[in-house]
């Protein structure tokens, strides 16, 4: 399983470079000098991108298990591994580079596909026949929620 991981490491890696190069050409560059985190993260971007996809294709379904448990047996390739805690706040430093890496995937595969279920309430009920805002689009439904 370690080449595995070192394999998709070097891909995530390798991704996050070339996406940085090539976004630093459009870039705006400050004219003002900007202060640099006091708190530097323990793992780069793509050592959280990779732990991300690493629980993507285990076999568990809960992240803090797979986190807490799982994860202990990669202290020797991560081994500035932070607690759970402060890994779930880390992940949202990455958010942007996994969804520009899954569209990128995604044009290269289109079998792949995305879907959403999120509910979106447009209006109540009572006032569906009064409400044009949204008509054509919006359609009546149910969740398992009600």
Do not use: W
């Not at 793509?46 to 986190?67: D, G, P, Q, R």
């Not at 202290?75 to 500035?80: A, E, Q, S, Y």
């Amino acid at each position: 399983m370690s080449d595995n991981i070192t394999e998709l490491y070097c891909f995530v890696d390798d991704f996050c470079k070339n996406l940085e190069q090539e976004s630093s050409k459009y870039l705006l560059e400050h004219s003002h000098k900007t202060k640099k985190p006091t708190i530097t993260p323990g793992l780069s971007e793509s050592e959280i991108i990779t732990i991300i996809l690493m629980y993507h294709y285990s076999k568990v379904k809960n992240f803090k298990a797979f986190y807490t448990k799982y994860m202990q047996n990669y202290k020797n390739d991560f081994p500035n591994l932070p607690s759970y805690e402060r890994f779930v706040i880390l992940q949202q430093r990455v958010l942007q580079i996994i969804c520009i890496l899954f569209l990128c995937i995604r044009r290269n595969n289109s079998d792949i596909s995305y879907i959403d279920s999120t509910s979106i309430k447009v209006c109540h009920n009572k006032r569906i026949f009064n409400h044009k805002v949204f008509k054509g689009i919006a359609e009546r439904g149910k969740t398992s929620t009600g």
